[in-house]
């Protein structure tokens, strides 16, 4: 009788410890490049690698309400631009010296700041 409480409770221990099959796993949630979202990283386009934003990009604050920033990562002749609505990200031309673009997207660099427009309005600015 002892060693049968003894194994009913071994039992209720392992069962308790089992994790439900639909339950992900914290750390678990790489995207199809490999990048993991949980830890702040996605994918970037112009390094072709996994970055965090607010490490090698430049922060832009937006210009009406809204709850989250936008990321501006310049390589050589091109920008990309990180924003919410956006799922991953969007590559711009270099237009000139100061401005890069992408369809309603653009971005200026206005005495070392940067304006983010989109469909010609500013958006978002640091």
């Known amino acids: 009788m002892k060693k049968l409480g003894i194994l009913t409770g071994v039992l209720c221990i392992l069962c308790s410890c089992s994790r439900p099959a639909n339950q992900t796993l914290v750390g678990n949630d790489s995207d199809k490049h490999g990048c993991k979202g949980s830890a702040g990283y996605q994918w970037s386009q112009l390094k072709n690698d996994c970055i965090r934003t607010f490490e090698d990009g430049v922060q832009l604050s937006p210009v009406s309400v809204s709850t989250s920033a936008a990321y501006v990562l310049k390589v050589k002749d091109k920008v990309e631009v990180f924003e919410a ?42």
Do not use: A, H, M, R
């Not at 401005?99 to 070392?112: I, R």
């Open 85 to 126: 609505s956006v799922p991953g990200s969007v590559v711009l031309i270099k237009q000139n010296d100061k401005s890069w673009k992408n369809g309603v997207w653009e971005v200026d660099n206005v005495n070392g700041k940067y304006l983010l427009k989109k469909n010609g309005k500013v958006i978002y600015q640091n």
